[in-house]
C-alpha cells in the first residue's frame, strides 16, 4: 500500500480519535502499522511528536468550515 500523505503536507485527524484539535504536520513516514501506513507528526501548539496510522488523518485543506 502506498502512503497517501507526503512529509510536509499539514492535515489533521479524523473526528473521534482522541486528538487535540488543529493542524498537525507529516515529519516523516514510518514502516506500516497493522498494514497501513503510518507517520510521524507534530501540532502546531505543541511541543510534542505524535505517531498516526494514515486512517487517523485527513488533508487539513478537506475541512469543513463551521
Known amino acids: 500500500m ?3 500523505f507526503s512529509v510536509d503536507l499539514w492535515v489533521e485527524f479524523i473526528a473521534g480519535f482522541r486528538a487535540p484539535p488543529g493542524r498537525f504536520q507529516i515529519l516523516r513516514q514510518l514502516p506500516p502499522d497493522r498494514g ?3 507517520y510521524r507528526v507534530k501540532g ?3 511541543a510534542f511528536e505524535r505517531v498516526a496510522r494514515e ?3 485527513r488533508p487539513w485543506a478537506d475541512r469543513i468550515s463551521d
Open 2 to 4: 502506498s502512503a497517501k
Open 36 to 38: 497501513e501506513p503510518s
Open 44 to 46: 502546531e501548539k505543541e
Open 55 to 57: 486512517s487517523e488523518l
